[in-house]
């Protein structure tokens, strides 16, 4: 069964700073993973996905993130934090590109001035 | 635009009563899912649809029944509200991309 979790519900980062949100998955089959944002009063979004193709993907608004087999890992990073970056993310995996998509339970990043 | 929208945005009810969930997409996509977000456990799905006449139960599908008659409609329907099933609900497509695509989202509350 495939499942994500999601180290630290809560992340504050200081404008500028280095945002790193942990996701690490379980699959037993080659995943796809993805890294979702919802904005408050929104829908989710997507931000960026790995399909086997190269392991570091990058994604919309200057994030990305490393797919790490060893670690069973998907992290996302942003070199820089800005203010509109707080919103709460999500990571996912899913086992084929229609498959259903599981959830981790979340990671709210606040951006601190 | 095509877009996915999701109906009532808001909607209060009483435990025991049948509530409906109203999502419509027109992307004319084949994958159509339906899933609750809560506090402390993200999102989970409730049931899934691949097509027409086609419907397959989630991780939380107690309570919860869908169907789809066309490619644009995926309706949740709550036979027997309770307020357990108070909660954010999101219905989402997708086109075998991988990519998920969200309605923003019906608030209920079951009192």
């Known amino acids: 069964a495939q499942s994500v979790t999601q180290l630290g519900s809560h992340v504050s980062v200081s404008e500028g700073a280095l945002v790193l949100l942990r996701c690490n998955y379980s699959s037993s089959v080659p995943p796809y993973l993805f890294w979702y944002v919802q904005y408050p009063n929104q829908g989710l979004q997507l931000l960026l996905k790995?399909?086997?193709?190269?392991?570091l993907v990058k994604g919309i608004n200057g994030f990305e993130a490393e797919f790490k087999k060893s670690e069973t890992s998907f992290h996302l990073t942003k070199p820089s934090a800005h203010m509109s970056d707080a919103a709460e993310y999500f990571c996912a995996v899913g086992e084929t590109s229609y498959d259903k998509v599981i959830f981790g339970p979340g990671t709210s990043l606040s951006v601190i001035p | 635009d095509a877009e996915i929208t999701q109906s009532p945005r808001h909607k209060i009810t009483e435990t025991g009563r049948q509530v409906t969930l109203a999502c419509h997409q027109t992307w004319n996509h084949n994958n159509m899912f339906w899933y609750r977000q809560d506090l402390g456990h993200g999102l989970r799905l409730i049931h899934y649809s691949y097509g027409v006449h086609d419907t397959n139960k989630g991780e939380v599908s107690d309570g919860y029944s869908v169907s789809r008659s066309n490619t644009e409609d995926l309706p949740l329907t709550l036979e027997s509200a309770a307020s357990s099933q108070t909660s954010v609900y999101f219905c989402a497509s997708s086109r075998n991309t991988g990519e998920l695509f969200f309605g923003e989202g019906s608030r209920l509350t079951v009192l």
């Open positions: 790995y399909t086997s193709a190269a392991t």
